[in-house]
Structure formats: C-alpha cells, structure tokens
C-alpha cells in the first residue's frame, strides 16, 4: 500500500504543536513528521490528519468528543491506542495542545522503547 503524502498544511500545523520539551524527538514515520519520548511515538503527520496516542482514560474522552476517530494508516487496520484529531479540536490552539499533553504525558510514562539492532 502506498502511504499518502503529507499535506503541507499539516506538517506546518504539526510543527506549531509539538512541544517544547527537551524529551521530545522529532523524525518520520510512514515518511511523515512524527514526535517521540524516549523512542514511543505520541504524535505524528498522516497524509492531511494529526494523530496522537492516548490512554485507555483519554481514549475514552476522545471518543466523546464530535470528529475523534480512530487513527487508520491502512484501512480497516486501525492502531488502537491512537485516534485522530477532529478539525474542530486543531482549530482552538489551546485545546489542541491539551491533547497533545495528555498524549506526551501518557507516552513518557511507558517504559522506553528498545532499540533494534541494525540490520544489514
């Protein structure tokens, strides 16, 4: 399956939200611009769609919240602990940034990610 390029719109949006935080890391994933904490993804660019990654607590508040959905790289393959953030939530800068928090709040209390061994 090819990945969808990432609008231009959404890396700039993307860029603007991640935290200013000394643990946070930036690089791509699925060849788009993605934010870790200690080597987990939180936060990332898909296509046109900002996704982050919440606990099971927040999922569940997301999934109230009209335009959350879940975060779907291929279709009907969807990473359960991530959803998408709604147009309306991206809209409202203060909001969106408080979803961003409990998402890097969550992720940099999961135990580091093990890093692979290369492979050649």
């Known amino acids: 399956m090819q990945m969808p390029p990432a609008s231009a719109d959404a890396v700039r949006m993307f860029q603007s939200l991640v935290p200013d935080d000394a643990r946070v890391t930036t690089r791509k994933m699925f060849g788009q611009p993605a934010a870790f904490v200690n080597g987990q993804m939180f936060f990332g660019v898909f296509g046109g769609r900002l996704f982050l990654r919440l606990s099971e607590t927040d999922r569940d508040a997301a999934d109230g919240v ?3 959905g879940p975060f779907e790289p ?8 991530y959803r998408v953030l709604p147009a309306a939530v991206l809209a409202d800068r203060t909001q969106a940034r408080r979803w961003i928090s409990k998402s ?3 992720v940099a209390g ?3 990610k093990k890093a692979r061994p290369k492979t050649r």
Request: neutral net charge; proline residues 24%; without cysteine.
């Open 66 to 68: 009209p335009g959350f």
């Open 74 to 81: 291929m279709p009907g393959r969807a990473m359960h602990e």
């Open 104 to 106: 890097l709040a969550h």
């Open 110 to 112: 999961l135990p580091p």
